[in-house]
């Protein structure tokens, strides 16, 4: 008999990971279903971005930032970096990772995944500057740690993945793995990430599988189709991470960490 919905009982989101039945907190965070969602999703989506900055997400359950990293070309300032995915976001990267940290200390209990990739505007002439500068300052925020694949900070509670084989650190993990079907068409999109689920069966804990978003223009289209992924979601099972731009929506997070209800013991 398998675990029933209500399993988890969950009394505020903002530390739902330290509310979970004790039974769960030995289970290894790649085998745990966690809700995420990108910074600056798409450009149509930029003025619905600040109606939840990233401590709003955070409170509101999210635990996964797919963090798209640009450089504006004519900035005068060498090393400032932004957000950027059809847009670059209003606020520089060390701010908004300096508010990341300031709610990790507040919360120790809560596991916060941050992947950086993309790294638009990393010309060749100035890559490997920006790339030292960022990850410099990431260790300097978050700590450090000597084991491979460890948490970073005093409290360990914040995991980076830095996707940049070049200026590979033994302190970050490596590329987590994401599937996402660039359509409209929900039907094509579900297929797709269906195939990608049979395939990627691993205990390897350094490959996560992340699920973006039905689509990716138009908030209204994407608006429409989050029940129908909640509605998917639902049925699933052994999934990881699952991110959406509407992470803050409607019943996301609770569907998501709901799910790990099946880890519990009938």
Same mark, same amino acid.
């Given at each position: 008999?398998?675990?029933?919905?209500?399993?988890?009982?969950?009394?505020?989101?903002?530390?739902?990971?330290?509310?979970?039945?004790?039974?769960?907190?030995?289970?290894?965070?790649?085998?745990? #279903?966690?809700?995420?969602?990108?910074?600056?999703?798409?450009?149509?989506?930029?003025?619905?971005?600040?109606?939840? +900055?990233?401590?709003?997400?955070?409170?509101?359950?999210?635990?996964?930032?797919?963090?798209?990293?640009?450089?504006?070309?004519?900035?005068?300032?060498?090393?400032?970096? %932004?957000?950027? &995915?059809?847009?670059?976001?209003?606020? @520089?990267?060390?701010?908004?990772?300096?508010?990341?940290?300031?709610?990790?200390? #507040?919360?120790?209990?809560?596991?916060?995944?941050?992947?950086?990739?993309?790294?638009?505007?990393?010309?060749?002439?100035?890559?490997?500057?920006?790339? +030292?500068? *960022?990850?410099?300052?990431?260790?300097?925020?978050?700590?450090?740690?000597?084991?491979?694949?460890?948490?970073?900070?005093?409290?360990?509670?914040?995991?980076?993945? %830095? @996707?940049?084989?070049?200026? /590979? &650190?033994?302190?970050?993990?490596?590329?987590?793995?994401?599937? /996402?079907?660039?359509?409209?068409?929900?039907?094509?999109?579900?297929?797709?990430?269906?195939? #990608? *689920?049979?395939?990627?069966?691993?205990?390897?804990?350094?490959?996560?599988?992340?699920?973006?978003? *039905?689509?990716?223009?138009?908030?209204?289209?994407?608006?429409?189709?989050?029940?129908?992924?909640?509605?998917?979601?639902?049925?699933?099972?052994?999934? +990881?991470?699952?991110?959406?731009?509407? #992470?803050?929506?409607?019943?996301?997070?609770?569907?998501?960490?709901?799910? +790990?209800?099946?880890?519990?013991?009938?």
């Amino acid at each position: 008999m398998s675990a029933k919905k209500g399993n988890i009982k969950i009394a505020n989101y903002t530390d739902w990971m330290s509310q979970l039945p004790s039974e769960l907190w030995t289970i290894p965070l790649f085998k745990l #279903a966690i809700p995420g969602k990108c910074i600056q999703c798409n450009c149509v989506q930029h003025q619905t971005q600040h109606e939840y +900055n990233i401590t709003m997400q955070l409170e509101a359950g999210v635990r996964y930032f797919d963090l798209r990293i640009a450089r504006k070309r004519n900035d005068h300032h060498p090393t400032r970096l %932004y957000f950027y &995915h059809g847009l670059y976001t209003s606020t @520089d990267v060390e701010t908004v990772l300096g508010e990341i940290h300031a709610w990790t200390v #507040a919360h120790p209990k809560e596991v916060i995944i941050l992947a950086f990739s993309n790294f638009n505007g990393f010309e060749k002439n100035i890559k490997d500057k920006l790339h +030292n500068h *960022l990850i410099g300052f990431i260790k300097t925020m978050f700590g450090r740690h000597p084991h491979t694949a460890e948490l970073l900070g005093p409290s360990k509670n914040v995991i980076v993945s %830095y @996707d940049y084989p070049a200026n /590979y &650190h033994p302190e970050m993990w490596k590329k987590i793995t994401y599937y /996402y079907a660039n359509s409209m068409d929900r039907a094509q999109v579900k297929s797709k990430i269906s195939e #990608a *689920l049979g395939k990627e069966k691993t205990s390897n804990c350094e490959i996560l599988i992340y699920i973006l978003r *039905l689509c990716d223009s138009f908030p209204n289209v994407i608006r429409r189709g989050l029940p129908k992924l909640l509605k998917w979601l639902k049925q699933q099972s052994g999934v +990881n991470i699952v991110a959406s731009d509407l #992470a803050t929506r409607k019943d996301f997070v609770s569907t998501v960490v709901e799910l +790990n209800s099946a880890l519990m013991k009938p």
